[in-house]
């Protein structure tokens, strides 16, 4: 996890919160884990606040400790248990508690879909496993609460400040394609931030341009996946059986986008530890009776770390 813990730059609006202090932090168990719930962990650390990942009832949950030493405990349905993959579940539940103080329980969020027909669905429920509204709504009453260490405003990214994109009334002149239509203005967007970090100064400067594309909650990658998501259910609308098959392949795309963005997760701080290519000194030519000297050792290179 040392590309987790890489100095932040100038770029973001504030450092990530720490990793949590024990052992498992170095297996590659916890590694894997850690990675499926990032989508989760990365806002939260991102406003100040620690995470640990635990297993709970009968799957594995995230613990937020609070400044008020209460905590949050966010976890997938316990009872009965999911059979979902971790840190994929098909609802969220966020509650507070005490440890010293049973009469505090508190559900912040609840997506978890009920099996009870007596049960109302709580509004939330519409949202399934997106972790974009469970992030909204604990930032919400953590606020009302003064618990939020670096609260973080709606319109600004956990870490930089946006992108500019192209203005909609400008066309672009991109080469191979003449004539452009300005009307495509979101590819026209993603095409500026391409320019950027082309001619971006150094690897911090790009690092924080591929954070407005792999950041889990506000990043280009996370609402792609919710664009592919609506016009899956758009096309369900339809009256042809087509409608329906094209929703299940519009919903596979988003699951596909998603997945790239959990695999690419560390792109950005790896990126952020590169070091600029420095051209090698201009040596001067051996005489020939100069004595040879014995090649200097080197370090051996360290293990890679398991994903």
Partial sequence: MAA???NTSDARTAPLAPLPDHDNVNTPWWHELW???????TPLRARGLQCDIEF???????????PDDSYLIISP??????ERPPGDPEGWIATRQRPDDQTLFEVLYDSAPSDDPGTPQRPEARHGGSAQPLIEAIDHRLAQLGLLPH?????????VHPAQPTPPTQARDVPGTPGRDPVYVYGDAMLA???RLNGAESHANAAALLHQVLDP???LLEWLGEFFEAAGEKAKEAEEDDGFDLSYDLADAAAEIRNLGEVLHVAEDRMRALTPLVPAPRLLSTP????????????SAPPRHTR
């Fill in 4 to 6: 987790d813990e890489a």
């Fill in 35 to 41: 990675r499926r719930h990032a989508h989760v962990i």
């Fill in 56 to 66: 709970g009832l009968s799957a594995y949950i995230v613990r937020v400790p609070l």
């Fill in 77 to 82: 349905p316990q009872e009965p248990s999911s």
């Fill in 151 to 159: 609260p973080v405003l709606p319109h600004e990214s956990p870490h």
């Fill in 193 to 195: 931030l391409t320019d």
């Fill in 217 to 219: 909650v506000n990043g």
């Fill in 288 to 299: 020939a009776n100069a004595p040879s000297l014995p090649p200097r050792a080197l370090p």
